[in-house]
């Protein structure tokens, strides 16, 4: 037993993932860290140091992936150096497996990369895990549809974060593989500790009521319906709105609070990287989103028990319970999903009980339920 134990955590395993503040990004790096912690060597191959790593952390090590100008080139060739920047990681830190998080170019880089180094005689495999948009939106593309069905049947597991986000996959490509379904998870005790420094008052000195929301702010996330809630809802109850993020709607996200008379109440934060220092001051969490795979935030905001008020589309039924957790509605029915806000804010028991509920299915989520399905897939494939 101990020594299955110490051969498992002496794994060395290389992760490709954006690193940015999206949701596969923060995924990625929290899977790393909390690998790190239980003994695994971690090395992350990326373009840029993830946003949440901490370098200074034990058994983490991060790799930058350099674009070097070439004038050949209209742009720069990124799966090309990514690829050779995974062989050289790979042979010379001597890894055990990859793990790619997002479809493209990550699942075609690590084939390409395994490809490499089988001529040199090294063997390594790699788990391709499926986040969203790489499948419901850019996968779309027709011309993508080969490479992407390809790379993700070429790997050795695939993953998917949610259950429709794996039916989305067989649907839109040519997939043979089996797709294990991983949900992402959340710490949930970073998110339900008391915190020291929350800045309510800040915002809401009066107590007025606050709604929160947290994303990129790319359209399909439909920012402008939250706007619009806040709107209908100040009516009835004195709230604040903060929108933590940015993105390409933000210009017009601002042009809508002032026509919709909220500019004053209405806070952009920009990016923050310890979204929990955020969510304590949250009474309800809105995601209005077009197309949603899983919905980290939303898990975020039940870890800190706040109540989610969500659109039903994609993997969020998954994670937020109609009527249990907070409230599903049609995606673009903001008459309804105000509604169900005020119905939250103008009933104490209704708040607690949702709350509380919210706080017990994060618990289901919480990252030492997850991390050991990761580690069980890690051990079938190099064991």
Request: one cysteine or more; charged letters at 25%.
């Amino acid at each position: 037993m101990v020594c299955e134990e110490m051969a498992r955590n002496n794994l060395k395993i290389g992760i490709v993932c954006y690193p940015t503040f999206g949701g596969s990004g923060v995924i990625a790096t929290e899977l790393g860290a909390g690998l790190a912690r239980k003994g695994y060597e971690v090395h992350f191959i990326t373009s840029s140091q993830p946003v949440k790593l901490n370098v200074f952390e034990k058994n983490i090590y991060f790799h930058e992936v350099v674009l070097n100008p070439y004038p050949l080139f209209q742009h720069q060739p990124f799966e090309v150096a990514l690829t050779s920047k995974i062989v050289e990681v790979a042979k010379y830190e001597k890894l055990d497996l990859l793990h790619v998080h997002y479809a493209i170019p990550h699942a075609s880089a690590a084939y390409l990369a395994k490809q490499i180094l089988l001529a040199q005689g090294v063997s390594i495999p790699y788990v391709t895990t499926l986040h969203g948009t790489d499948i419901t939106l850019v996968g779309k593309e027709p011309e993508f549809e080969p490479t992407i069905s390809f790379a993700i049947n070429q790997s050795d597991v695939v993953t998917a974060v949610s259950d429709s986000l794996r039916k989305d996959t067989y649907s839109h490509f040519n997939v043979t593989k089996d797709i294990v379904v991983v949900p992402n998870f959340v710490c949930v005790e970073k998110f339900s500790a008391e915190p020291k420094d929350c800045k309510k008052s800040t915002f809401a000195p009066n107590g007025e009521q606050i709604l929160m929301h947290i994303s990129n702010f790319r359209k399909v996330k439909r920012i402008q319906d939250i706007i619009k809630i806040h709107s209908r809802v100040s009516k009835t109850i004195d709230t604040r709105l903060i929108l933590i993020g940015d993105g390409p709607e933000r210009s017009s996200m601002e042009r809508l609070a002032r026509e919709e008379g909220v500019e004053d109440t209405t806070y952009f934060l920009g990016k923050i990287k310890e979204t929990e220092r955020a969510l304590c001051a949250a009474d309800v969490y809105l995601m209005t989103s077009e197309t949603e795979s899983f919905g980290v935030s939303a898990l975020e905001a039940m870890a800190a028990k706040v109540p989610v008020v969500s659109s039903n589309t994609g993997g969020i039924p998954e994670v937020n319970t109609d009527g249990i957790t907070g409230f599903l509605s049609d995606v673009g029915n903001i008459e309804e999903m105000s509604d169900n806000v005020i119905k939250l804010l103008s009933d104490k028991v209704l708040y607690d009980r949702v709350s509380e509920a919210a706080y017990q299915n994060a618990c289901k989520f919480n990252i030492n339920n997850v991390l050991p399905i990761y580690e069980k897939l890690y051990e079938d494939l190099v064991l």
